[in-house]
């Protein structure tokens, strides 16, 4: 009987899945192109950008999460402020890095104020109907 080698696989990571890092949050392959000019609303504009923002582990931006409690636009400084679902949310570098990286991507945006908010705190009831169709979509009932 003849035994025959079993070919080698080259499996990266020992064929574990590949290490995440804090630059691989989820939702950057939809986010618009920057705009080409200034926006005549700024605020409007930021609202827009963070809704193309989603939260690290279920495809819904971060306004439908209601997660987003105000925009504020000065001399070129967004200031948003935010919550997050829990205080020891694990996501939470991600989502701070995704908002930041995505305003900061606007040229009429040269920095990016995170101002955390816990009261009130977060609680489904913020979750938008939208964000409540995408997520019975996804068969999470909120």
């Not at 409007?44 to 193309?52: C, D, F, G, Q, R």
């Not at 504020?72 to 205080?87: K, M």
Request: glycine share 8%.
């Amino acid at each position: 009987m003849t035994v025959l080698p079993l070919p080698v696989v080259h499996r990266p990571y020992g064929g574990l899945p590949k290490p995440a890092t804090i630059h691989m949050s989820g939702g950057r392959d939809v986010w618009s192109s920057p705009l080409e000019s200034a926006p005549q609303d700024p605020v409007a504009a930021v609202w827009e950008a963070l809704n193309e923002v989603l939260d690290p582990e279920i495809p819904i931006s971060l306004t439908e999460l209601g997660l987003i409690y105000g925009v504020d636009v000065r001399d070129g400084v967004a200031e948003v402020r935010l919550t997050f679902t829990a205080t020891a949310c694990p996501c939470m570098e991600f989502i701070r890095e995704d908002i930041t990286d995505r305003l900061e991507s606007e040229f009429w945006i040269s920095r990016v104020e995170l101002v955390e908010v816990w009261d009130p705190p977060w609680t489904s009831d913020r979750i938008t109907p939208e964000g409540r169709a995408k997520l019975r979509g996804l068969g999470v009932s909120a």
